[in-house]
């Protein structure tokens, strides 16, 4: 069989926790993940955007990248683009089969590599054969035993700490970010979004994360809002942190996308003062703009930029020395910090991050569709924090509106934790199943549905996915507005469905 036919023969949703086969595999095939630097970012939400934006701020400052993500939407070429371009299939099979021959050659059938494990493998073999300058990953799950924890990142980010995936992960916040935490390492600077929730738990999260960077000697860039700016002071007071920032976002949304205006403060003592962070108090401070939606987004894009920012010495180092220039080796080896020249001229870096996140697009995520009767918002959101993200922005941008939902949700999920969210905001309410087995039992999901929409609601029942597609978006176009939501898994057949109406 070829690299795909053995990918899919894996299983998608088989999981294998720990790190001891990807380890092997990567030393049969050469440790092609040390042969890039690389930024790593885990997350309950938001570390997909993060990365996407990370990726276009460093492509347009002159960076070969290569970007790794999870889930994939109609395609497992998504999950791997060269410089902003999908891989071919014919190029992500070939490099399978390489992993499907190292995985033979090391374990017995069935002791093997997982579905994940194997195309991480694959993007990091595809990343050193690429000669790429910076490889950005997203954590597909947790952080600590994940695959791509095998990297050794020149910067690490933590978007948000939720509950979710709790099967897996820990059935409380604190269990979770130690987890998303996992992925830290010493003297390597950790960004981290607004973590912060109406609880204890959030709280005790951020201490943490303060209290293992000043114990790994690594930077701490925090991104806030403006409500928790007190509470994170008071967190890093005292702390013998080598040097830190803190982040005040102030966002605001529309149809259009994302606004945020900065402001920094923070620093390090004299001695230990990082020149990195240094030169981002004058980039940082004024506004950006990204053509991504809600609120939310605004601090993706500034745990993007910033991590950007963070990892662009290595890459350029690592191209200098993939040029030829050999006296940038100990630059890269030291972690130092060559090619700050190009930082110099703050307000031309802050026009060439703008120009990168102007060409920002991430399918699935609060996607809006305008069409000739109505609009329909494609959301994978699936767990609370991100359908309060939904719901925000529904009240910002279509104030007063009803929107009918489609939803399907897997079988690990809370769904009246989920829909308890978007309360308020329904009109029709479209419940159906994905094919595959971890689909949600649909009483659970009627159960559920009703329980968090307060039994208020109309809601209809089609566990044939393609009939509840049509029978919700002739709804929406009556109305004008559809949203579908609960699952990344719905992505294909919605966009096929409508394709076929417009």
């Known amino acids: 069989m070829d690299g795909l036919e053995y990918l899919d023969s894996l299983g998608m949703f088989t999981m294998k926790p720990g790190l001891l086969r990807i380890r092997a595999l990567l030393r049969r095939l050469g440790d092609p993940q040390d042969c890039v630097p690389s930024i790593l970012v885990s997350g309950t939400n938001g570390k997909g955007s993060t990365v996407h934006i990370a990726r276009d701020v460093l492509k347009e400052l002159g960076v070969s990248t290569l970007l790794y993500t999870s889930p994939h939407l109609i395609s497992v070429t998504e999950r791997i683009s060269v410089n902003g371009q999908e891989i071919d299939e014919g190029k992500l099979s070939g490099y399978l089969g390489r992993v499907m021959e190292a995985d033979g050659e090391l374990f017995s059938k069935g002791e093997g590599a997982s579905y994940f494990e194997a195309i991480t493998a694959a993007a990091f073999l595809c990343g050193r054969e690429r000669n790429v300058d910076m490889l950005i990953s997203e954590v597909g799950m947790g952080g600590r035993y994940d695959a791509t924890n095998v990297l050794e990142p020149r910067a690490v980010g933590i978007t948000s700490i939720s509950l979710d995936h709790t099967e897996e992960l820990g059935g ?180 060439v991050i703008q120009r990168g996140v102007e060409n920002t697009r991430i399918p699935g995520r609060l996607e809006l569709r305008n069409y000739s009767r109505g609009k329909m ?116 057949q919605i966009t096929r469905s409508l394709k076929d109406r417009s």
């Open 172 to 351: 409380d916040v604190a269990s979770i970010a130690g987890e998303k935490m996992g992925i830290m390492r010493p003297s390597t600077p950790c960004v981290i979004g607004p973590i912060l929730g109406t609880d204890g738990e959030g709280i005790w999260a951020l201490r943490k994360i303060i209290d293992m960077c000043s114990e790994n000697g690594s930077p701490l860039i925090a991104i806030v809002k403006d409500e928790n700016i007190e509470t994170v002071r008071s967190a890093m007071k005292g702390k013998a942190l080598p040097d830190h920032r803190i982040i005040r976002a102030r966002c605001s949304t529309s149809s259009g996308g994302t606004s945020v205006d900065v402001l920094v403060e923070g620093g390090g003592d004299e001695e230990n003062s990082i020149p990195l962070l240094e030169l981002m108090d004058s980039i940082l401070p004024g506004s950006f703009h990204v053509p991504l939606l809600g609120r939310h987004q605004g601090w993706n894009l500034l745990g993007g930029i910033t991590l950007a920012l963070l990892a662009l010495p290595a890459a350029q180092a690592h191209k200098k020395v993939r040029e030829g220039e050999l006296g940038s080796l100990g630059e890269l080896v030291d972690g130092g910090v060559p090619g700050l020249d190009l930082l110099n001229d703050a307000a031309e870096v802050r026009n």
């Open 377 to 492: 918002i494609i959301d994978g959101s699936h767990n609370m924090e991100a359908a309060a993200g939904l719901a925000a922005f529904l009240r910002e941008v279509f104030p007063g509106r009803s929107a009918h939902f489609l939803i399907a949700m897997m079988k690990d999920k809370s769904p009246a934790e989920y829909t308890s969210m978007l309360r308020g905001l329904e009109g029709e309410i479209f419940l159906t199943s994905i094919p595959g087995n971890r689909s949600m039992d649909m009483m659970k999901l009627l159960n559920g549905a009703v329980s968090g929409f307060d039994g208020d609601s109309t809601i209809h029942i089609r566990r044939d996915v393609e009939k509840a597609v049509k029978a919700w978006s002739r709804a929406a176009e009556a109305d004008g507005l559809g949203v579908s939501c609960g699952t990344f898994y719905l992505y294909d």
